[in-house]
């Protein structure tokens, strides 16, 4: 499955650098091939899904991922209001419905959530057959966010389209004719789906974690790149000339800062960051 999938990106790197187009070069002549890296919440879709605090007197209440990014420096430190209510800490198990409780629940949300600030970024990246990890603070199992992936393309949510995902992919594979559902499933295993409160991590505070996940993509990346140099023995090009671009996208400020500071401290030049609260700015 491996060299597969490995041939699948030389095709279609062969592909973009076989026909004229108007962008996407560098100044090189060598493809720019983009990558994306996405937040889920508030930056995909707007989600219904509701993290549970308590307010004064022990009664639970409902907080949106939008209002949980402004107010979670907040929950359990001081008191504030919230809705008419006096928030005093998080209610027992906040995040029940962002973890593998609400497994089920992700997929049925995604089919009806309103479509956030990246998600014309989205359209292009999967009707494009680009390579994409999905990074979220939430914590249900990888396969769930696979799943929901899988089920909003198939339903052709928002402009996204199967069919032309498989055409691209088709493209780049050099292949007229081929098993549809195959291509896009060994698509989809090239994909990397990270929801960091899976397992230990913490929903609460997801920027550590987020980190993590977004440098074990770039590691990806760049393994794909130098596999694919050394296949197209031209390794000397891709290595000086040719470097894969990621773009990542959050809506929560403390997520952004925390990687842009990661990147400029570690001079990762190759990834754009992206805060998406209320108009898509790079950072």
């Not at 594979?173 to 195959?182: L, T």
């Amino acid at each position: 499955m491996k060299q597969t999938l490995i041939e699948s990106e030389i095709k279609r790197l062969m592909e973009i650098m076989s026909v004229e187009v108007s962008e996407g070069f560098n100044e090189e002549g060598l493809p720019d091939f983009k990558y994306y890296a996405f937040d889920w919440d508030d930056n995909l879709m707007y989600m219904p899904t509701e993290i549970m605090v308590k307010s004064f007197g022990d009664q639970e209440i409902g907080m949106g991922t939008a209002d949980f990014a402004e107010y979670r420096g907040q929950i359990g430190k001081e008191d504030f209001d919230y809705k008419g209510h006096t928030i005093v800490g998080f209610a027992e198990n906040p995040f029940r419905n962002f973890g593998v409780d609400g497994n089920d629940q992700f997929v049925k949300d995604a089919m009806i959530a309103k479509t956030g600030p990246s998600w014309n970024d989205f359209i292009e990246c999967i009707n494009g057959g680009s390579i994409f990890s999905i990074i979220t603070a939430r914590g249900h199992n990888p396969e769930t966010l696979r799943e929901g992936v899988e089920a909003i393309v198939k339903d052709g949510k928002g402009g996204l389209s199967f069919e032309s995902c498989v055409e691209s992919l088709k493209k780049y594979k050099g292949v007229i004719d081929g098993d549809g559902e195959e291509l896009f499933q060994e698509y989809l295993d090239l994909c990397r789906f990270h929801p960091v409160s899976h397992g230990a991590g913490s929903a609460a505070n997801p920027e550590e974690e987020k980190i993590k996940a977004l440098e074990l993509f770039i590691k990806h990346v760049n393994s794909l790149s130098e596999e694919l140099a050394v296949t197209m023995e031209l390794e000397n090009d891709i290595k000086n000339n040719f470097v894969p671009m990621i773009g990542f996208s959050d809506d929560d400020k403390a997520n952004v800062d925390n990687v842009k500071k990661y990147l400029d401290d570690k001079g990762e030049e190759n990834v754009n960051v992206y805060y998406t609260k209320t108009d898509k700015t790079k950072m």
